[in-house]
């Protein structure tokens, strides 16, 4: 499994931008597709945003369309998203994942991620 560590989270206003890391320890990273999802206190893990193992084809959820971007470095083995204009409901703990199968195009099923990462945390104040 590939081992995933995420970071870049904190506490900001909203309106404000937060960059997201996730450093993988594999070489074969780069076969995989990546995702991001996130969870609030008392509610479901939600999918955020994906693309596939070459970053050409990129996925969001329509709450974060618009301000989000997922985009990933294979050279140095990580995925970032860049959030921009952010709103108090964004707060939650951001994890990154990696597909269980490689070279197949972006997924949005948590069912279908075999890695996490241990969360990083994201509070937006108004």
């Known amino acids: 499994q590939v081992q995933l560590v995420e970071s870049g989270g904190g506490l900001v206003q909203a309106g404000d931008s937060l960059r997201l890391s996730c450093a993988a320890s594999e070489r074969t990273f780069s076969s995989y597709a990546m995702g991001w999802f996130r969870q609030a206190p008392g509610k479901e893990r939600e999918f955020i945003a994906a693309l596939n193992w070459n970053g050409g084809s990129t996925y969001y959820a329509d709450s974060v369309k618009g301000r989000f971007t997922i985009s990933r470095d294979n050279a140095k083995n990580a995925v970032y998203l860049q959030m921009n204009s952010l709103k108090p409901e964004d707060t939650a703990v951001y994890y990154c994942?990696?597909?269980?199968?490689?070279?197949?195009?972006?997924?949005?099923?948590?069912?279908?991620?075999?890695?996490w990462g241990q969360g990083t945390q994201v509070t937006v104040s108004s």
């Open positions: 994942a990696a597909d269980k199968v490689p070279f197949r195009v972006a997924v949005t099923r948590a069912a279908d991620y075999g890695s």
